[in-house]
T-cell receptor, first 115, second 113 residues
Framework: GAGVSQSPSNKVTEKGKDVELRCDPI?????LYWYRQSLGQGLEFLIY????????KSGLPSDRFSAERTGGSVSTLTIQRTQQEDSAVYLC?????????????FGDGTRLSIL | QQQVKQSPQSLIVQKGGISIINCAYE??????FPWYQQFPGKGPALLIA?????SEKKEGRFTISFNKSAKQFSLHIMDSQPGDSATYFC????????????FGAGTRLAVHP
């Protein structure tokens, strides 16, 4: 079956531009997570959605970062006025429920490069 | 604050050997410890996970050993194969909330033929 889909797979943009990253979770998965993976680093939690609500936005690095989820499905992560330190791979994961023992299924990420 | 520390950063093992990756955590509220495997250009995939009520869990060639008193857990890959070459991440989360995973920094494993 279809897994988590992220688009674009690669994005190169100039410093100061806004970018939108899209995540299509597995159908029926109510929980959705965004993580950031910097070069050679582990995954850093950004935000969690349960349905269309975001109970935990604590990982968003600054107010330039925002995310939304619509229809309990697609999610968009927006970065405004991009900076070079925003360069990273942005990963989305979904799980059937938000329970601890429900595995998170990851997409292949969007590799964002800020020039 | 690094809540999950992973070592080594990189590991080279000969085919057929045992690969061992270690993780230590700080938060005693953590009670779910998964390991993820990531190939270049791909997202992480769940490999195996353990809860602290058991000291060991085995799935095929992969084994997690868990030491609750030491707040440490490790991944053992028996009979390592070149196809196991990937980056491995340990993680931790706690029940009572949603599954917010705290990841270690990762270990890049290379299995040489």
């Amino acid at each position: 079956g279809a897994g988590v889909s992220q688009s674009p797979s690669n994005k190169v943009t100039e410093k100061g531009k806004d970018v939108e990253l899209r995540c299509d979770p597995i159908s029926g998965h109510t929980a959705l997570y965004w993580y950031r993976q910097s070069l050679g680093q582990g995954l850093e939690f950004l935000i969690y959605f349960q349905g269309n609500s975001a109970p935990d936005k604590s990982g968003l690095p600054s107010d330039r970062f925002s995310a939304e989820r619509t229809g309990g499905s697609v999610s968009t992560l927006t970065i405004q006025r991009t900076q070079q330190e925003d360069s990273a791979v942005y990963l989305c994961a979904s799980s059937l429920q938000d329970r601890v023992n429900q595995p998170q299924h990851f997409g292949d990420g969007t590799r964002l490069s800020i020039l | 604050q690094q809540q999950v520390k992973q070592s080594p950063q990189s590991l080279i093992v000969q085919k057929g050997g045992i690969s061992i990756i270690n993780c230590a955590y700080e938060n005693t509220a953590f009670d779910y410890f998964p390991w993820y495997q990531q190939f270049p250009g791909k997202g992480p995939a769940l490999l195996i996970a353990i809860r602290p009520d058991v000291s060991e869990k085995k799935e095929g060639r992969f084994t997690i050993s868990f030491n609750k008193s030491a707040k440490q857990f490790s991944l053992h890959i028996m009979d390592s194969q070149p196809g196991d070459s990937a980056t491995y991440f340990c993680a931790a989360s706690k029940t009572g909330g949603y599954n917010k995973l705290i990841f270690g920094a990762g270990t890049r494993l290379a299995v040489h033929p």
